[in-house]
């Protein structure tokens, strides 16, 4: 899609079209396909969304001018994130080299790599020295955080290796990234992500504890990044917040881009409904160090909850691609994969299921409690916020390199926007 047709997609003219009266911009007619697929295109055009990147920042700009040019107020809440300016990153046994993702928090090897022996962590046995290859179980992978990636890594560790190699088994095949706290304690030894596509031969070399080098050549340190945080004043005695992340690893357009689609689409049209209620529309960067940026703005910029009408987080993977699996092989389908939940508290549960009624997954709609909410949702309510909307999800390619436009389109953003727009107008009426 060129330039030219991007800019009357998403300029003035977009929004006329999307919002033709106050309840429709809300509850009726919104934009069509072509304008989420827009929005997409343009978020995949900044490539990697890294928190506080070239990426991430361009995108942040480009989201400001379009809220400003809506009238919202905007403003840059800055904080600073860990970062990692990657050169080189492989495992090599022998004649076989694999590139790997080196995991944050990251520490380098230095250029020449660190050589020692390749052993299976699941092996009984001290691992002193050694590259540890942990195979982790077959799931959808979000976190380092999860107990079974934190007690491997615990484990190998305190046997004595030298440094980590996880495979993330999963349902493409691909390196997996996690996220990571940017403030509790890493373990201080580099550890790396190997595809499971390429893990066999570092697997039977891992068997035998052939010699192996780990090269993960970095410059890592801190860098600045900011939430944008646009608000829409009418005077109102409440606030409606809407948030989602817009960083995240690799270029994460359907993890990202299809919620980011959603919640854009829902500023152009709240600004032209005039609800009865402020707006203040968030994207949080940071996202991929445990929502550091959405508890940046939650404890430093957020309304309080006296003041807040209701707040909808917009998560993961809103409207991904579905796959089916054909020996081996992943072929695109043109429905929506249904791993994305929903949850709301009790004051508009009720009208959230109306709203996403045969919407795979998200109809679903589960109370929006600490063993049901995900992602940044979870702070929102244990900070006492109510009414409350979340929505988050993993889909296939979830935190790999291949979360591209192959993985989300404009046909399956636009029933979800629609949902969250009458989910909206339900709750404030």
């Not at 030219?4 to 006329?16: E, F, K, P, Q």
């Not at 996202?287 to 009408?309: C, K």
Request: hydrophobic share 45%; aromatic share 8%; glycine share 12%.
């Amino acid at each position: 899609m060129g330039a030219s047709r991007r800019g009357v997609i998403l300029g003035a003219g977009a929004l006329a079209a999307a919002t033709p009266g106050a309840q429709a911009a809300t509850a009726g007619a919104g934009p069509d396909p072509s304008w989420f697929q827009a929005v997409l295109e343009r978020y995949a055009g900044f490539g990697e969304k890294a928190s506080g990147g070239p990426g991430d920042t361009a995108c942040g700009a480009w989201l400001e001018a379009e809220l400003a040019g809506l009238g919202y107020g905007c403003e840059r809440q800055a904080f600073e994130v860990p970062y990692a300016e990657v050169r080189t990153a492989r495992l090599m046994v022998g004649d076989h080299q694999a590139t790997v993702f080196p995991q944050a928090l990251v520490v380098p090897t230095g250029p020449g790599g660190l050589s020692a022996p390749l052993r299976l962590a699941s092996s009984d046995g001290g691992l002193d020295g050694a590259i540890a290859l942990i195979v982790l179980p077959f799931r959808r992978w979000v976190s380092l955080a999860e107990p079974a990636v934190s007690r491997a890594l615990t484990d190998a560790f305190s046997r004595g290796a030298a440094a980590a190699v996880l495979v993330t088994t999963g349902p493409t095949g691909e390196a997996v990234a996690l996220n990571v706290s940017a403030t509790a304690p890493g373990f201080g030894k580099p550890v790396a992500v190997l595809a499971p596509k390429d893990a066999e031969p570092f697997l039977a070399a891992a068997r035998q504890g052939r010699g192996a080098t780990l090269i993960v050549d970095a410059a890592s340190g801190r860098r600045p990044a900011f939430n944008l945080i646009a608000r829409l004043d009418r005077g109102a005695p409440k606030t409606l917040i809407v948030t989602t992340p817009r960083s995240g690893w690799h270029s994460c357009v359907a993890e990202r881009g299809s919620g980011l689609a959603v919640w854009l689409s829902l500023a152009h049209g709240l600004a032209a409904a005039a609800p009865g209620v402020n707006l203040e529309f968030v994207a949080t960067s940071g996202h991929e160090y445990i929502y550091l940026g959405g508890e940046q703005y939650l404890e430093h910029r957020a309304p309080r909850p006296a003041a807040t009408r209701m707040w909808l987080h917009i998560g993961a993977s809103a409207a991904a691609r579905d796959w089916h699996e054909f020996g081996g092989r992943l072929r695109p389908l043109p429905s929506a994969d249904p791993q994305r939940v929903l949850t709301a508290t009790p004051e508009v549960i009720d009208a959230v299921r109306a709203a996403f009624q045969g919407i795979s997954g998200l109809e679903a709609v589960y109370p929006a409690d600490r063993a049901h909410a995900g992602g940044e949702l979870v702070n929102v309510i244990e900070a006492g916020y109510a009414p409350a909307i979340g929505q988050y999800g993993g889909h296939r390619y979830f935190h790999t390199a291949g979360d591209d436009l192959r993985c989300v389109s404009g046909d399956l953003v636009a029933p979800v926007a629609a949902a969250f727009r009458a989910a909206i107008a339900a709750a404030l009426a």
